[in-house]
């Protein structure tokens, strides 16, 4: 028999549970732990993805000295920490050993009716964040703090320790094979970007005719060409502009949609029918930088050095919409080079590593106009080039096709294991104790 939630004042968000689990309050399971000043203690991280973890450093990095961990908290192997400004979005978990952690946070030391990591599992589960946001103290939720008294008025449904053990070795099962199948799925969308990644760098370097004659290009990157093709840099086939367009709207200018460093990033083609947001330009930048069918927009700076030189292209002539601070726009002559072609010849995996040689800075790392300008492009015949960006469109399309299946496999995998979570520390679901859990 399940006891209704409605009987139960303060658990209305655990749903029906087991008559046989105990409605308590985290304060008569818990006691707060607050040592300090054990610096040959680790460091550990309490973070929304990973719970209670080892904190690394980067090699750049001196270990910290003692001071610095006077003021850190204990937690020993077996308590449960949180952030108390995060915890409602799953900032909590189990202490794998003894460490420290930040002194703004919790560290509560579990009872003898307490299995840690069943509690764990429970604490980050979404219908139990929605507790924590209730017994919370804050402005708004990125300012809400879950300080210790809060924690412990907190009402749970308890089960007895030999059903925490049988639920938590279920879901450390049953999480642990939707992790395995996660992971072969995850991989498999790497092969499938590298599989894309591969036909494009073939394409746009070797032609679609496994049988014609080559000659050295005498560019590292590109390898070897088909003869009749050329090898010549971006300015002796196009115009490159640098935008200064910003998201502004200022007196006497136009009012335009703007192309920004997003629209840019996250999609191939550029289509009038996006929702670009709005801006003003000079009548000056407007003539410049209106995109036109074929123009290649690339990302020119950013605070990665990954996140440079990403390029898309306009399908179509799009009055109103002009290229945006923080992009080039690549203008081929349409006499000699296709920007359909282009804009593949530059997703190519070895232009991208050498855009990354061309890129400078410290901070934010960008391309100037010189490594656009002289960057060396293979150009075959303009009918190879069409023929080219055909194939790479119907080819990619079929592999993007295949990545979104497994990206929908993958994020129902999630959503179930989540679920299953839920389900099983609020006894939604029967759980067998099992001669392992006893």
């Given amino acids: 028999m399940n006891r209704d939630a409605a009987e139960a004042p303060g658990l209305a968000w655990a749903g029906d549970f087991p008559d046989e689990w105990e409605p308590r309050r985290l304060g008569t399971l818990f006691r707060q732990r607050d040592v300090r000043n054990c610096p040959d203690l680790p460091i550990m991280n309490v973070s929304i993805r990973s719970g209670v973890s080892i904190r690394e450093f980067s090699d750049d990095r001196v270990e910290q000295q003692s001071s ?51 509690f764990g599992r429970l604490f980050r589960t979404p219908v139990f964040s929605g507790e924590v946001l209730r017994h919370s103290h804050g402005i708004v939720d990125d300012r809400n703090r879950l300080y210790w008294d809060g924690f412990k008025s907190i009402k749970v449904p308890v089960p007895t320790l030999p059903t925490q053990r049988a639920i938590a070795a279920f879901l450390d099962r049953e999480t642990d094979r939707l992790d395995t199948l996660v992971a072969k799925k995850e991989r498999l969308l790497e092969l499938l ?25 005498g560019v590292e990157w590109i390898g070897e060409v088909p ?15 640098m935008s200064n367009v910003d998201k502004k709207s200022h007196d006497g200018e136009t009012e335009i949609r703007l192309c920004n460093y997003t629209d840019v990033y996250y999609r191939e083609r550029i289509t009038d029918d996006l929702d ?43 009055p109103g919409v002009v290229c945006g601070y923080h992009l080039a726009l690549v203008r081929p002559s349409a006499d000699r080079l296709s920007g359909f072609y282009l804009f593949r010849a530059l997703q190519a995996a070895g232009a991208q590593a050498e855009f990354g040689l061309r890129a400078n800075g410290v901070t934010r790392y960008g391309i100037p106009v ?18 080219i960006a055909d194939y790479l469109d119907r080819e990619t399309t079929k592999i993007d096709a295949l990545k979104a299946k497994v990206t929908e496999a993958i994020e129902r995998l999630k959503e179930y294991r989540t679920s299953l979570i839920s389900a099983a520390v609020t006894g939604q679901i029967e759980v067998p104790e099992t001669e392992d859990a006893a």
């Fill in 68 to 118: 610095d961990r006077s003021s850190y908290k204990v937690a020993r192997k077996g308590d449960i920490a949180f952030n108390k400004m995060r915890m409602w979005q799953g900032a909590v978990g189990v202490s794998p050993l003894d460490g420290l952690v930040s002194p703004d946070y919790v560290v509560a030391i579990p009872g003898q009716e307490v299995l840690s990591e069943f």
């Fill in 193 to 217: 970007d590298e599989k894309r990644s591969a036909l494009i760098s073939h394409a746009v370097t070797k032609g679609l005719d496994p049988e014609v004659p080559m000659k050295e290009s």
């Fill in 227 to 241: 003869e009749g093709w050329e090898v010549v840099r971006l300015k002796e086939s196009s115009s490159v502009m």
């Fill in 276 to 318: 670009l947001m709005r801006a003003s330009a000079s009548l000056a930048q407007i003539r410049r930088l209106t995109l036109r069918q074929g123009d290649v927009l690339i990302t020119k700076d950013s605070e990665s050095p990954d996140d440079i030189a990403v390029p898309a292209v306009a399908a179509d002539d799009l």
């Fill in 370 to 387: 010189s490594g656009f300008s002289t960057f060396p492009i293979p150009i075959p015949p303009l009918p190879t080039q069409k023929a």
